[in-house]
């Protein structure tokens, strides 16, 4: 048996479907509470539904939900350690770069740290943690005609510090 189980064995098989999308993420949280005050409060994410004590649904916009928190198996759970696998960080996607500096402004103002700022070329990207250690990405994608390239013509995504000044500068 191969170290990667699943390699070769879809050889022809079409690439997925164009129109796929990510729907939501589940995020197992310690504190309900907690982590509703931070996703509601801090992003600023609309609280759609509450199921019972152990879960709740946000979402922007008005959907269904693009964040589910819940407890049913972390209650009261510490984050897992590093060099351990699992969910790297959620990142949510922002239209504009305003709307993104609006982000960045009121997690700066809610005295959450950041883990870095990145300019991938691609995008612009802040990264913080949420209150149970789950990492959060905010980011806003750049045009598909302004992505870096290579002499052939292959994407060339890089990672330089982002100008968070500059961008926090886009809302005065």
């Known amino acids: 048996m191969s170290d990667v189980p699943f390699q070769n ?7 997925i479907d164009p129109g796929a999308r990510i729907g939501h993420v589940h995020l ?3 504190d309900l509470e907690r982590a509703l005050a931070f996703y509601r409060d801090v992003l600023g994410f609309e609280l759609t539904q509450r199921y019972g004590h152990d879960a709740a649904f946000v979402s922007a916009g008005g959907y269904h939900h ?3 928190l819940n407890t049913w198996m972390s209650k009261g ?3 897992p350690s590093r060099g ?3 969910l790297f960080h959620v990142a949510i996607v922002y239209p504009n770069r305003a709307a993104l500096a609006v982000a960045v402004r009121r997690v700066l103002a809610a005295g959450v740290a950041l883990d870095g700022a990145s300019d991938h ?7 913080l943690r949420d209150p149970d250690g789950n990492g959060i990405e905010l980011y806003r994608d750049r045009a598909a005609d302004d992505w870096p390239r290579d002499a052939a013509g292959q994407l060339a995504m890089d990672t330089r510090a982002l100008d968070l000044d500059g961008l926090l500068a886009e809302i005065g």
Request: glycine residues 20%; without cysteine.
């Open 121 to 127: 070329g691609v995008s612009e990207a802040v990264y």
């Open 77 to 79: 759970g510490s984050p």
């Open 66 to 68: 693009h964040i589910g």
């Open 84 to 86: 351990t696998t699992g």
């Open 28 to 30: 197992k949280v310690a």
């Open 9 to 15: 064995r879809t050889a022809g098989a079409p690439p």
